[in-house]
């Protein structure tokens, strides 16, 4: 098949030194006309016009495509000096204020120059959209709120609320006005139905939740379902993390309160400090942290691995974790029979979760060293999020190097990616350009995990040029088929931020350096090691 006849849209943006958004963005405001060929493409004379217009284009559409809507709140907020969310941006978008100029990675993006210089009618808009957003907030509830004050479950408020002609608000919230109504309008035989989460089975039994963990540790209560919810962990760079919480039945709280050996008016009139009457009915069961930890240290002595476990105590359950040997054994599966096995644990098999966050990384990592599992690489561009100017791949197992090669980008290196990475011009003049690269990268990590430090630059850039050169990016075009070595680094080292891999910005040895991570990833942090193993969580 010979050369398609006129310019795609790629094409027509290399010809008139315009980047794709533009063209893109400039058809919407009929600054690009509509491709005049049958085929869906511009023709020579359109492209050399829009060439010719291509400042006027740029100066209407300025050089940069637009900010999501986290960014573009900021810039309004110092602007105008209105706080504002996210939210906000939308709204004012909906309102026809803001244009919204393309999108990234599912993100829709703002016009940037409203952003920076809003104007007069602008800035009222968005007091008054936040005057609006503050006021439903005041008047409004989260459907988990809302299931609380009525003492249902999400999905019970959910049916109530749809039975009572009930619909959620701006931001899935309910008006606080509805929520009033359906709590006092239960029916007598509903009551005993309720699910209340620990805290507020506390609150209806008239005691300290120290009682009520008491009556479940005895074995007098049972949850009969769960939620999700989400809270803050930590203090000053704490982070939004979701816990399950267990849910307990109000009839069943009745019959716990009818307990005759219980002399409840001293449980409800305890004071701090003072011994809880209830604590002898719990000496008598067995300890669920006492089977925890005796399994644990089990499977440090008979299984000779490193083992840790700490108690989640908004979720009440224990975590354990494990390094596992370099043929990634014993699986999950494989602990689960041995807790079964285990006589002094199986009966809280339920309240035990096998592999915290933590440990998944750690047998994540392990997966991806195991023979033929996974492939790192690493990209150097021409600018930042630019052409690829080298790319190296080694084999995650056996830490062979697959490819290393420089690549010829066929634009000239910004001055600030050359102070990067010191790649000149002249010494990638007679290198390979990408589409002859292109193959080879396929083939190393066809069948592999392709895994990156910075999974979403180098996903970014290598498909940024296949759509550039109109090339198949194959597998590589799939974002299930990579995986980020620095995400994962994070959490095993508990912080939320940018972590810098130190690699010296050439690809071979970046990727190597992501090796050695990937390496210690597969490892037990020095917290878990057995002196210091057990943690307990908020």
């Known amino acids: 098949m010979g050369k398609q006849k006129g310019f795609g849209p790629v094409q027509l943006a290399d010809h008139a030194g315009l980047c794709r958004w533009q063209v893109d963005r400039g058809l919407v405001k009929g600054l690009v006309p509509r491709p005049a060929l049958e085929s869906g493409r511009w023709s020579d004379e359109q492209a050399d016009d829009v060439a010719a217009r291509s400042g006027e284009i740029r100066e209407v559409l300025g050089d940069r495509q637009g900010f999501g809507a986290t960014r573009t709140a900021e810039l309004l907020q110092e602007a105008t000096g209105v706080e504002l969310w996210s939210c906000d941006v939308e709204t004012l978008a909906a309102r026809g204020l803001i244009d919204e100029t393309g999108e990234w990675k599912d993100h829709t993006l703002y016009d940037p120059r409203v952003a920076a210089e809003p104007s007069a009618e602008v800035a009222e808009a968005l007091r008054e959209i936040v005057e609006q957003r503050v006021a439903w907030y005041a008047s409004s509830a989260t459907r988990e709120a809302a299931a609380g004050r009525c003492g249902w479950t999400e999905t019970e408020f959910e049916n109530r609320a749809r039975e009572a002609g009930m619909k959620p608000g701006q931001f899935g919230r309910w008006a606080l006005e509805g929520i009033e109504r359906l709590a006092g309008v239960e029916e007598p035989d509903v009551a005993g139905a309720r699910m209340l989460g620990p805290d507020e089975a506390a609150e209806y039994m008239g005691v300290r939740r120290r009682e009520f963990d008491y009556c479940v540790e005895a074995g007098w209560l049972t949850a009969v379902s769960q939620i999700r919810r989400t809270v803050w962990s930590g203090q000053y760079r704490g982070y939004n993390k979701t816990v399950v919480v267990p849910l307990y039945r109000a009839a069943d709280l009745d019959a716990v309160l009818r307990i005759e050996d219980v002399d409840w008016d001293t449980v409800r009139t305890l004071k701090p400090r003072q011994v809880s009457p209830l604590r002898k009915f719990v000496s008598q069961a067995p300890k669920r942290a006492e089977a925890v930890r005796a399994f644990v240290e089990q499977l440090r002595a008979d299984h000779g691995l490193v083992a840790w476990c700490r108690y989640a105590n908004l979720a009440n359950r224990w975590i354990v974790d494990w390094e596992p040997r370099e043929d990634g054994t014993p699986t999950v599966e494989d602990v689960q029979a041995l807790v079964a096995a285990d006589a002094g644990l199986a009966p ?191």
């Open 348 to 538: 809280y098999a339920d309240t035990v979760q096998l592999l915290g966050e933590v440990g998944r990384v750690v047998h994540w990592a392990r997966q991806m060293l195991q023979p033929c599992a996974a492939v790192l690489i690493d990209t150097e561009t021409h600018a930042l999020w630019g052409s690829v100017m080298e790319v190296a791949a080694v084999d995650c197992a056996t830490g062979e190097t697959l490819l290393n090669t420089l690549v010829n980008p066929e634009v000239p290196v910004t001055d600030g990616a050359f102070a990067v990475h010191g790649i000149s011009d002249e010494m990638v003049a007679d290198a390979p350009t990408f589409d002859q690269v292109l193959p080879d990268l396929l083939r190393v990590t066809a069948g592999r995990t392709v895994l990156a430090y910075s999974e979403e630059y180098d996903r970014t850039v290598v498909n940024g040029d296949c759509r550039r050169l109109e090339l198949p990016s194959g597998h590589l075009g799939r974002s299930a088929n990579w995986d980020c070595v620095m995400e994962a680094r994070s959490t095993w080292e508990g912080v939320r931020e940018w972590l810098p891999l130190g690699g010296g910005h050439r690809a071979l040895g970046d990727v190597q350096c992501a090796l050695d991570v990937l390496r210690e990833l597969a490892t037990a942090p020095s917290w878990a090691r057995p002196k210091v193993a057990e943690q307990v969580s908020a």
